[in-house]
């Protein structure tokens, strides 16, 4: 494809399958050196056929082209175990406290509220003051609904397949109430 070589398509090919994966799921997904998938990376963000983004120590390499920033957010939670499990919780409680959160989830509060921070400031939950409890939604059921069911059922089929019987009757269950 493009003479771009049979490592970098491998790479390529990794990253359109998995949009938002960091270096190092590439470089063990792919089963090549660090050394080599940095390579390559940058030859494919150079050559304009993937984009890249960094959240704190992590960067998420995306195909270029395809994916609006908020879906690129999604994405990346979607690809990290713990801040799925705590955005699939609270999207299905609706309103749960960190208490509950963390309850659930089986680490602390203080973890809890490092990711409850990262999916406030990407605009995907707000913070609700409910007496002397924060409380956590979707701050856009719909259409954040619509992303994270879309970019799941797409890029995650396996994650998709356990939630989806939970998900569709939540969403269902919230785009009702919107409308009554």
Known sequence: MDGIGDTAERIL???QHNPGCHLRKIKEATDISMGTAQYHLERLEKGTRVVSTRHGLYRHYFPAGIF???EKEILKILGQETAR?????IIEEQAPTQTEIANRIG????SVNWYIRRLIEIMLIIEIKDGRYKRYQLR???TSSRYITMLMRNYYPNIWGRWSDRLAEIFLSLSRGSTE
């Open 140 to 142: 856009d059921r719909t």
């Open 13 to 15: 090919q990794f990253i």
């Open 85 to 89: 499990e705590i955005l699939m919780f």
């Open 107 to 110: 680490i602390s509060s203080a």
């Open 68 to 70: 609006k920033e908020n």
